[in-house]
């Protein structure tokens, strides 16, 4: 019978939280030293500024652009690349377990990605900010 409950339980329990993989722990705490680093005074990644950082919007070579552009402004929902038309999957981990589960992917994407937005790399504080956000949403 405790098996029985447990077991349901677990099947249930995914559907409505996420525990963060070890590649997004293991990258934040990387990008945690770099930031301490740049600042001294520097303590935890902050998901509201990691909204910001998602949501401003920049004027790249004449076009307004930002990370809701092609990622929507729901996380749980497919984007559109405004680039090649393509349908980008969710960004969010709890509507879609791929992501933030391998660091060379976060790295080569927000690399890219910064630039699009940003005309430069992100800081390591802006990278953590704005992953910590995307793993809360
Ligand atoms: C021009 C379109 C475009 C814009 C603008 C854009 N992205 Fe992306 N992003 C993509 C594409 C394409 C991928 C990779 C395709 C995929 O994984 O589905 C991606 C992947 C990612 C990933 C990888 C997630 C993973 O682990 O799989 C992250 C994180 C990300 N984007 C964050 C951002 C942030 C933050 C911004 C704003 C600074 C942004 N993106 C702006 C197109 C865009």
Same mark, same amino acid.
């Given at each position: #019978?405790?098996?029985?409950?447990?077991? %349901?339980?677990?099947?249930?329990?995914? @559907?409505? %939280?996420?525990?963060?993989?070890? @590649?997004?722990?293991?990258?934040?705490?990387?990008?945690?030293?770099?930031?301490?680093?740049?600042?001294?005074?520097?303590?935890?990644?902050? @998901?509201?500024?990691?909204?910001?950082?998602?949501?401003?919007? =920049?004027?790249?070579?004449?076009?307004?652009?930002?990370?809701?552009?092609?990622?929507?402004?729901?996380?749980? *929902?497919?984007?559109?690349?405004? *680039?090649?038309? *393509?349908?980008?999957?969710?960004?969010?981990?709890? @509507?879609?377990?791929?992501?933030? %589960?391998?660091?060379?992917? #976060? *790295?080569?994407?927000? !690399? !890219?990605?910064?630039?699009?937005?940003?005309? !430069?790399?992100?800081?390591?504080?802006?990278?953590?900010?704005?992953?910590?956000?995307?793993?809360? =949403?």
């Amino acid at each position: #019978m405790n098996k029985i409950v447990l077991v %349901s339980c677990l099947a249930v329990l995914p @559907a409505f %939280s996420y525990e963060p993989s070890k @590649a997004l722990n293991d990258y934040l705490s990387e990008l945690k030293i770099v930031a301490k680093k740049v600042n001294p005074n520097f303590k935890e990644f902050d @998901a509201t500024k990691g909204k910001d950082i998602f949501f401003t919007t =920049n004027i790249v070579d004449g076009k307004k652009i930002s990370c809701v552009s092609c990622h929507s402004d729901n996380l749980s *929902k497919s984007g559109q690349n405004i *680039k090649t038309n *393509k349908v980008i999957d969710p960004l969010s981990p709890s @509507a879609n377990k791929s992501r933030l %589960s391998e660091i060379k992917d #976060m *790295k080569k994407w927000l !690399r !890219r990605n910064f630039n699009d937005v940003y005309k !430069r790399e992100g800081t390591a504080q802006e990278k953590g900010d704005v992953l910590l956000f995307i793993s809360k =949403n």
